[in-house]
């Protein structure tokens, strides 16, 4: 039980009874970490938007973004979102678990290709270190045929990730 209130599916009238039907029909129920939105319906339907955004990407993969959004909750030490994301990797993108655990240890030994790596390695500082980021940092994705806007875009995933961890942390979700 999450330390504030947040509304069951079962309750929700108006926007957040439209926005859950949404989410269900999405994926078959709304998770713990969608309830935590339910306290303002505003920010849920910008979540949402943001989710539906980087699903359909042009460019960064749905097992990079996992991979960055792993890499920020391990950080954030947020349980709920290294599992989730975990799941994604296995079931949608056939990683072992095994692979999962070494990316923890060492983001260079993701199970992506090389340019890939290269930006999943670039959220990663940018949100540890953000001011090391440097023309040279860019440059070097840039050289890998990433363009500015794949940069910004990667680099928005992670904090806006880190955000979400800190949510979720702070009150208390628990896994679904």
């Not at 920020?72 to 290294?82: K, M």
């Not at 390695?121 to 500015?148: C, F, G, T």
Request: hydrophobic residues 50%; aromatic residues 6%.
């Amino acid at each position: 039980m999450p330390l504030i209130q947040t509304i069951a599916p079962e309750e929700a009238t108006g926007e957040l009874a439209e926005l859950y039907a949404t989410i269900i029909a999405a994926r078959g129920n709304v998770s713990n970490s969608a309830q935590l939105f339910s306290i303002s319906p505003e920010l849920l339907r910008h979540q949402l938007s943001f989710i539906g955004y980087y699903m359909n990407h042009p460019t960064l993969s749905m097992p990079l973004l996992a991979a960055i959004r792993i890499m920020v909750s391990s950080a954030e030490e947020c349980r709920f979102c290294i599992d989730f994301n975990t799941g994604m990797l296995v079931n949608m993108a056939g990683w072992t678990l095994d692979q999962v655990a070494a990316m923890r240890q060492d983001p260079k030994t993701a199970n992506l290709p090389e340019r890939e790596v290269a930006m999943l390695l670039l959220a990663i500082k940018a949100i540890r270190l953000s001011h090391s980021i440097n023309e040279d940092d860019l440059n070097a994705l840039r050289a890998m045929d990433w363009e500015d806007k794949d940069i910004f875009d990667a680099v928005n995933h992670a904090a806006r990730m880190l955000a979400s961890d800190i949510m979720l942390n702070t009150f208390k979700v628990e896994n679904d």
